[in-house]
T-cell receptor, first 113, second 112 residues
Framework: DADVTQTPRNRITKTGKRIMLECSQTKGHDRMYWYRQDPGLGLRLIYYSFDVKDINKGEISDGYSVSRQAQAKFSLSLESAIPNQTALYFC????????????FGQGTRLTVV | QQQVKQSPQSLIVQKGGISIINCAYENTAFDYFPWYQQFPGKGPALLIAIRPDVSEKKEGRFTISFNKSAKQFSLHIMDSQPGDSATYFCAASKGSNYQLIWGAGTKLIIKP
């Protein structure tokens, strides 16, 4: 079983719809991250959380929101999806004692039509 | 503004050859430089990392070379194998929140 699990793996949604991507982890890490991957752009940080009560904006947070429901769960929401949010989304975790090593989920491929 | 520039975008190497991927950074405050490997349908996974107080780090067939004065670092894959075919990302981080700034990625294909 994957240590960092993302659901769904693939999703097609319409412009204007609200969508939530979920992430759960069994690694016991405090830190969780949401990244977006686009071809030719690498990964860009959307939001990150260092513990349940901590939420921080990343490089490209506009149009996104997050919720840290528990230490193991971190969800990403698109309140009103638009086509340029079509991308591959990754959740990642890291341990407070080794914060620079990130462990990634398998990704969610989101298409907004 | 891309703070970490990676090249080439794609690379084809014969089996047994040396694969070299380069990255350059702008911010001298960066103090941690990892390389991640990503296979299709998977998330990136940490391959090897270096800090700026050393010029080279080797783990098996993978070596990072670091040139602090030139603000460049590179990944060398010796005796490249078809199983090394993947996308490779360099990254850099600094500061107390350890946010990673990523290069654009290099798609590596090793031909049998």
């Amino acid at each position: 079983d994957a240590d960092v699990t993302q659901t769904p793996r693939n999703r097609i949604t319409k412009t204007g719809k609200r969508i939530m991507l979920e992430c759960s982890q069994t690694k016991g890490h405090d830190r969780m991250y949401w990244y977006r991957q686009d071809p030719g752009l690498g990964l860009r940080l959307i939001y990150y959380s260092f513990d349940v009560k901590d939420i921080n904006k990343g490089e490209i947070s506009d149009g996104y929101s997050v919720s840290r429901q528990a230490q193991a769960k971190f969800s990403l929401s698109l309140e009103s999806a638009i086509p340029n949010q079509t991308a591959l989304y990754f959740c990642a975790t890291s341990a407070t004692g080794s914060p620079r090593e990130a462990f990634f989920g398998q990704g969610t491929r989101l298409t907004v039509v | 503004q891309q703070q970490v520039k990676q090249s080439p975008q794609s690379l084809i190497v014969q089996k047994g050859g040396i694969s070299i991927i380069n990255c350059a950074y702008e911010n001298t405050a960066f103090d941690y430089f990892p390389w991640y490997q990503q296979f299709p349908g998977k998330g990136p996974a940490l391959l090897i990392a270096i800090r700026p107080d050393v010029s080279e780090k080797k783990e098996g067939r993978f070596t990072i070379s670091f040139n602090k004065s030139a603000k460049q670092f590179s990944l060398h894959i010796m005796d490249s194998q078809p199983g090394d075919s993947a996308t490779y990302f360099c990254a850099a981080s600094k500061g107390s929140n350890y946010q990673l700034i990523w290069g654009a990625g290099t798609k590596l294909i090793i031909k049998p």
